[in-house]
């Protein structure tokens, strides 16, 4: 019954496509789907007959859909009706969690970046720590979902993570959960200019962002003299919030394009006219927690010319998920990889990350140091227009003097920015 029940479904989905495929082909197709349909209930049934132990079904078919999700790439996954609705709340409500975007690298779970100003943030978790315990159960070979179910929970909860890190030895974080707030953006003034702060990317942000500018340009009279943008560590979020925020500071063209495998669902996003800070200079600060819609941003603005970029090469997720509900949630949700993106100038930067005008890094760097990126993810898509990540040149790197104390990046981005607006003061002359 429950293979019939499978191999019905794939035969909807088969003949869903029948007008792409020859008649032929298509019936070739089919049999080589059904064969292997036939093998997966020839091993649930032999798995059903004869483990040690009585199974539960409805997990061991849930773990190999997760299993075939995960195969894809790294950000393609299923979500159980239990993640959906926690995925649902973080991008539209507050949770009770530790605030870090994970990952799964090497059967380990891999933090992509900590937000700012949580349990994770304050404790010191950097991109590539991965977490191998979570309240002294071993984690290692599990599923980033399974992995985020663990670490959230009740606001207030205390939770032990256990952490690995290249070139020290394990260590036990214990920490206290708590709200994971919905704002995103932030702003204050820093050396006579601007300074915003955007985290992430959730149904507010784009929102968010506009109040800010508002009250930024009540701080100044009405007269913003320039901004400086920090993305760092921003792991990304919604599309349509990435494209409200470059809109916010361009007036009219492209800000990005989205292919996907049916070139008629290929879109292109445009921002409308008006620009809230007037033109005045922008310098975006990246780093290689810097992924996804943070990506579109300083992509867009970069080949626009409207901002320019300092910090480190940003991690590089040049790919668009869709959630897809299965039953109206119900049953949970795939979350698939559709397409791609591409910068106004038609660049994927896929695997490859966006570089940034000046390189500075906000730490010295060792000759022998693992930089973590897209590309280092097991199953990683591959750059579709042939580019590759370029190797960081550490000669080209300016790095902090030893001893230094302070946020390096963001020192020599307001100087960046001085720079920037004195020079656009001269040509107003």
């Known amino acids: 019954m429950r293979l019939n029940f499978i191999a019905a479904a794939v035969a909807f989905a088969l003949g869903a496509g029948a007008l792409a495929v020859s008649a ?16 997966f209930g020839d091993v649930l049934s032999r798995v059903e007959a004869d483990y040690v132990t009585d199974i ?56 992509v970046s900590p937000y700012e100003d ?47 890190r290249e070139g020290e ?44 500018i508002a009250e930024m340009r009540d701080a100044f009279n009405g007269n913003i003299p ?27 063209g492209e800000i990005v394009t989205t292919r996907y495998r049916n070139p008629g669902e290929n879109q292109r996003y445009n921002a409308r006219p008006g620009d809230m800070i007037d033109n005045a200079p922008i310098v975006i600060l990246i780093n290689e927690g810097s992924a996804s819609a943070s990506e579109i941003v300083a992509g867009a603005l970069q080949d626009r010319q409207r901002a320019t970029l300092v910090g480190m090469t940003s991690f590089g997720k040049g790919s668009v998920q869709t959630i897809i ?38 730490r010295i760097i060792e000759a022998d140091e693992e930089r973590y990126s897209e590309a280092s993810l097991d199953g990683a898509l591959e750059n579709d227009t042939g580019n590759a990540r370029e190797d960081e040149n550490l ?11 302070g946020d390096y990046q963001l020192e020599r981005a307001l100087q960046v920015l001085a720079g920037l607006a004195e020079s656009e003061q001269a040509a107003l002359q």
């Not at 032929?24 to 093998?39: C, P």
């Not at 315990?133 to 032990?160: C, H, K, N, W, Y």
């Not at 920090?230 to 990435?242: F, I, K, T, V």
């Not at 000669?395 to 104390?405: G, K, L, Q, R, Y």
């Open 24 to 39: 032929e082909g298509l019936q070739s197709n089919r049999e080589d789907t059904y064969r292997h349909l036939e093998l």
């Open 56 to 111: 539960d079904d409805a997990a061991l078919i849930e773990a190999a859909i997760e299993g075939m999700l995960e195969s894809l790439d790294p950000h393609s996954s299923y979500l159980s009706p239990d993640n959906f609705q926690d995925m649902q709340v973080s991008t539209r409500g507050e949770y009770g969690g530790l605030g870090m975007e994970i990952t799964t690298r090497d059967d380990l779970i891999t933090v």
């Open 118 to 164: 949580t349990p994770a943030g304050r404790a010191g978790i950097q991109p590539g720590d991965q977490i191998i315990a979570v309240d002294g159960e071993s984690i290692v070979g599990f599923s980033t979902d399974e992995a985020v179910e663990l670490m959230r929970g009740p606001v207030g909860a205390p939770v032990t993570i256990t952490v690995t």
């Open 169 to 212: 030895d394990e260590f036990d974080l214990n920490l206290v959960r708590e709200t994971i707030p919905l704002r995103t953006v932030a702003w204050r003034e820093e050396e006579g200019f601007g300074y915003l702060r955007i985290a992430g990317f959730n149904e507010h942000t784009t929102e968010s962002l506009h109040e800010a």
């Open 226 to 252: 320039g901004v400086v943008v920090d993305l760092r560590y921003n792991p990304g979020g919604l599309l349509d919030q990435a494209i409200g925020v470059t809109d916010t500071f361009l007036d009219g």
């Open 325 to 362: 509900p299965l039953r109206g949630g119900r049953d949970g949700a795939l979350r698939l990889t559709t397409g791609r993106y591409y910068t106004p100038s038609g660049r994927s930067i896929q695997a490859t990350g966006i570089v940034p005008d000046w390189m500075i890094s906000h």
């Open 395 to 405: 000669a080209a790197i300016e790095m902090p003097p030893e001893n230094h104390e």
